[in-house]
Every structure is written in C-alpha cells, then in structure tokens.
C-alpha cells in the first residue's frame, strides 16, 4: 500500500515558522547554503526514502535477516537502500566542507532523516546508529583514530554500532562484566558477551566499527570504572586497507515484535585471544563519551517514534476520508448512502488525537534538534550555555513523550482502520509493532523518569527547569494578546505553575527520602511531558493564528492553520487537564505502588 510520507507542508511550516531554520542562513557556518539548498536537500532525501526505503518495508518485516550459525542472510534491498543513503551524502551531511561533508544544520539532517524513517524505520536504523557513532569518535577520539575510521563510516564503507547492553546488565551498566585488558602495543583485548546491539552484523558494509564498554582489568567498581573501545569487526591497516578478521563473533539474532529488518545480535568478544580494541579518550570515562552518542540516540528514538505516529495518522485519515460505512445517528433512513467514516465523530476524535500526538512529536524533536544545533552554532556563549542547559532538561521528554503518544497514535489507527487494521494488508498493524520497541531502547521510562526527577531538574541549581520555564511564560504573554489562544494560554499557565509547584515539593524531599520520592518518578515524567507539549502546540498555535489573522492565505493553506488551531485546542482541552489527577498523586506521595509487596502479587 502506497501513501506519502509524512506531510510536506507541515515540515515546511516546522522548520521556516514554527522554527526560524531560515535564520541559520545568517551564522557563518551555512552563509554559502540557502533555503533553496535546504530545501533540495530535504527532497532528496524524501525520494531516496520513497524509492529505496519504503520499497521494502513490509518485505523486511517478512522476511527479517537469518543467521544459520555461519552465514547471515538479509534482503539485498537493505544494501541498496544503504548505498543510495551514502552516496547522497547523508552519512557525512552534517559534517563541515573540509571534512568531506554538506556543511548542513543538524535540524535539516533530522528533518531528512524523519523521512527515511517514516519510510522503513528498521532499515533507517542502520544509518542512524553509524551516524551517532561517527560522531562520537569525531568528538572524542583521537587523531590516529579520527583518520583511520571516520572517513569510511562517512562514505558508507563502514557502519558503527555501539555495545552497551550484556545478557545479565540492561540499563545497570554500572555491573557491565566485559573486561579490557592492555595489550603490549598499547591497544586492549576485550573479554566478554553483548546482548541486544542493533546492527551488530550485516552484510552490507566491509567492516562494523563496534563501539564498546567495558572495564579495564583493576578498573573502579560502578559506572567510574567504565572505558569506551573501539572495536572493529576487521581489523585496520595503517593505509585502511582490511587486516584480519578480529575476536568478534556473531553468537546469534534475536527476533524481535518489529524493527525486524535491523539485526538484532548477540556478540561474542574474546572467544580466542580477545578482540582487539582501542581506548577513546581516558580510562574510566567510557560513559561521559557514550552519553553524546545515547542523547543523541534518545533524541533520534524520538523522531523515529513520531515518523511511525505521522505515518500511522496519514494511513487512517486516507482510509477514514474513503471508508463507507453506516450513517449519522440523526439519519432514520436505512436505504440512504453510508457515510464515509470520518464523517463520525468518534473517528474524528481518533484522528484528532493522532495528529495532536504525532504532529506535536515531530515539533518537539525538530525543537530539540534546533537547540543542538544552537549548541554549536549559536552567536554567542551565553545563547549555547542556554540551548545546552534546556536540551539537557527536556531530552528524556523528547524521547519518552514521543515514544508514548506515538505508539498510542498507532494504536489509534489501527482502530479506526477496523478490522482492516489488524491484517497486514494495511502497514499500520507494522507501525504499532514496530512503535514498541521504542518506549523501550535508549533507556525506558522509568529510566528517564528517574533521570529527570533525580537529576535534570535540580542539577545547576536548576537552571534548566528556571530558563525552560520562561521560554514556556514568553510564549504564554504573547498567546494572551491573541483572542483566539489566550484560552490555551490559561491552560498552559495553570499546568506550568502545577508543574513547578510538584516539583518544588518533591526537590524538597529528595535527599531525605529518595527512594519513595522517586517512585513514582515515571508520572513525574509524564506530568512534565504533557506540559512541554503543550508548550509546543501553544506555539503552533501562535504562528497558525499570526497567519490566518494577518496574511492572505489560498484554500489549502487556510485549513492547514485552521487545523493547527484546532489540534491545539483539542490537546489543552482534552489531553493536558490529565495532569491534575496526577500531580495530585505525586504532592501526596501517594504510597499505593510503592507498599505493594512482591508476596502479595
């Protein structure tokens, strides 16, 4: 079943309204671009994705990679797809001229790649994850290793992964087992099993460079013994050419609900001598490098997660506006036309649930990518400490959030498809199984619930919740000024005062009682979630209300804003006012969950 991708104009309206993408022209890094070279960039990438992406996104499903203890066999239209992904440059796009990259903006390269991921977002998965692990060793590697790997990984020669997770050790990576030992050359030979690594074999690249974690022998117990390796799958001449194979084995796949055509593996380091493996940066300071590259994982989890959401939505709204069936409840008489189901309130409801979700998502994580690009390209320090201090804050939302509503987006479609949703003639059944995982990989909630109930929040004393917060009330002052959504502004302020309200009283208590303050942390997350994303639809709406009471707007044009608007309007009416229940729960240190006891289930 053929359908577009994502909605065009609404990645126009994110990225030159909703954003100022246009603005960047201006900073010295992209003063030789345009918006026409952005906007040929973002075409590009939606035909790639059209034409060697979504070819076989159900096929991949289908037929997932196979590994029968001595060859691995996939689709070969993942290889072309690869192929197609590296030779337009999207491998090395971010990355300046003198690098052998396109000099484009991080929020550019993000919008590009929502659309490969809307397309086959297991496929995508290949790509995203060398893409991060490039740029992890471009941040912390050394020279030598710089020039040794990164000019294959960026022309596609080569993929990266990164290995976290072991057999026994999800998200505690603190009690990791693989070991590192030092070697006489300098180099270490790595010891040890990981479980889970996506992309950790293929057939479409010469050689995997495997970005590990392990423990140097004597190291210190917790996360301050952790190093990070690099470990190749082949080993590398000086020249680049391939040396041997090295100590890495493939020990099998795993099959998975979705995501099926990106290799799920269990990885064997060290069966024989122990696989060669280079340190980045200084011992004991693996996890500080991996964090760049799981943030920006975190965010891409996002991103795929809302793609999958707008994917979803686009299917039900096209079979809801061409799906006959029975009448309104005001017709009597049974011999008249059926209606075509959007004409029913419910199936609106649904549909306007899905867009309030999945076009909220995709703000949110092209926001989020807009404020890494500010990092490093903002004018001046004082605006990149600010970018850098939100983002810190408001990542575990960009993932956790998306991944939530996106897969109830998903959910949602399938019901208004019918039964039709629940066969795989229609992709949306894929898109929910493949919508799972993502609440789950880059850490789950609870993980990020904790993470920002524990840290994020009080962490520089702070700071980042205080500027977040203001960024949030300039956006209601001039909601205000506007008929229209000064009613949305209401509702946002009310929520930002709960917000902080909870959060002062539960900041209070942290260090007193850490273990039940932090128990119900995953509401927490949801309560802040809910209010960012208000956020982010109050300032759709504000743009939405600019143009339609300011500019003279065709046909088209006029109901893509009236639909903004009312989007907005249907998450501050009928999504956000969830929250009070829940901050209800959370000033009472409500004790329910927490007394429960492993006997009496």
């Known amino acids: 079943m053929n359908q577009k991708l994502l909605n065009l104009r609404d990645i126009e309206f994110l990225l030159y309204e909703f954003l100022d993408t246009e603005g960047l022209l201006h900073r010295p890094r992209y003063q030789e671009h345009s918006r026409e070279i952005f906007d040929a960039t973002l075409a590009t990438a939606c035909t790639i994705a059209e034409r060697y992406f979504a070819n076989h996104n159900s096929m991949g499903d289908a037929n997932e990679p196979s590994f029968d203890g001595q060859n691995l066999t996939m689709l070969p239209e993942t290889k072309e797809a690869w192929d197609a992904f590296a030779e337009a440059g999207f491998l090395a796009a971010h ?17 590009c790649m929502a659309y490969f991921s809307a397309a086959n977002i297991a496929t995508t998965g290949y790509p995203f994850l060398s893409i991060g692990a490039a740029n992890l060793i471009n941040a912390f590697g050394s020279e030598q290793q710089k020039s040794l790997f990164l000019p294959p990984m960026q022309a596609g020669i080569y993929a990266g992964t990164m290995a976290l997770t072991e057999p026994g050790q999800g998200s505690a990576l603190a009690d990791i087992k693989t070991t590192a030992k030092l070697a006489e050359d300098g180099s270490y030979r790595l010891f040890g099993q990981k479980m889970f690594i996506s992309g950790g074999d ?59 055509n990106t290799t799920s593996t269990v990885l064997n380091f060290g069966e024989k001598q122990g696989a060669v ?27 795929g997660a809302a793609a999958l959401g707008y994917q979803g939505f686009n299917c039900s709204l096209n079979f809801a506006r061409e799906r006959p069936q029975g009448r309104l ?43 890494f690009e500010d990092i490093h390209t903002a004018d001046n320090q004082q605006q990149r400490q600010r970018a850098g201090l939100i ?7 960009v993932k956790s959030w998306t991944a939530k509503y996106c897969l109830k987006a998903n959910e949602l479609a399938i019901q208004v ?44 004393n702070g700071q980042g919740l205080t500027l977040l917060s203001n960024e949030i009330l300039t956006t209601i002052n001039k909601a205000n000024n506007l008929d229209q959504t000064a009613p949305l502004a209401f509702a946002l302020s009310k929520a930002l005062n709960a917000l902080n309200d909870v959060t002062s009283i539960l900041s209070a208590e942290l260090a007193e009682s850490p273990d039940l303050t932090l128990a119900n942390a995953t509401v927490y997350l949801d309560v802040f979630g809910c209010v960012v994303a208000s956020w982010i639809w109050l300032r759709q709406a504000l743009k939405a209300t600019e143009a339609l009471t300011t500019k003279t707007l065709h046909e088209n044009d006029h109901r893509f804003y009236r639909g903004k608007l009312q989007a907005a309007r249907y998450y501050m009416q009928w999504e956000l006012p969830k929250i009070y229940h829940q901050v209800a729960l959370l000033k009472g240190f409500n004790q329910i969950p927490y007394q429960m006891q492993d006997e009496w289930f």
């Open 202 to 260: 293929q057939n479409i690249t010469e050689n995997i460079v495997h970005l590990v974690l392990a423990k140097i022998e004597g190291a210190p117990a917790g996360t301050k013994g952790i190093s990070l390796f690099i470990c190749p799958k082949y080993l590398v001449n000086d020249d680049r050419t391939l040396g041997q194979r090295n100590d890495v084995s493939l020990a099998g796949l795993l099959h998975k609900m979705g995501y099926r």
């Open 329 to 371: 409840p005001s017709n009597k008489n049974p011999q008249s036309r059926q209606v075509n189901i959007i004409q029913h309130a419910d199936v609106r409801r649904m549909l306007l649930a899905q867009k309030a979700y999945s076009e909220g998502a995709l703000a949110m994580c092209l926001y989020a990518s807009s404020l």
């Open 95 to 111: 990355y300046d001229f003198e690098q052998g990259g396109m000099q484009l903006p991080e929020v550019i390269l993000r919008a």
């Open 417 to 460: 498809l019918g039964g039709s949703g629940y066969i795989r003639e229609y992709p949306v059944e894929q898109y929910y199984r493949d919508n799972r995982l993502n609440p789950i990989h880059e850490g789950t909630e609870a993980i990020h619930g904790l993470d920002l109930l524990g840290r994020k929040v009080i962490v520089n």
């Open 277 to 303: 493996a280079y340190l980045i940066g200084e011992p004991h300071h693996g996890l500080f490098y991996m964090f760049q590259m799981m943030n920006e994982a975190r965010i891409g989890v996002g991103l």
């Open 391 to 397: 983002l810190d804050l408001i990542t575990p939302i």
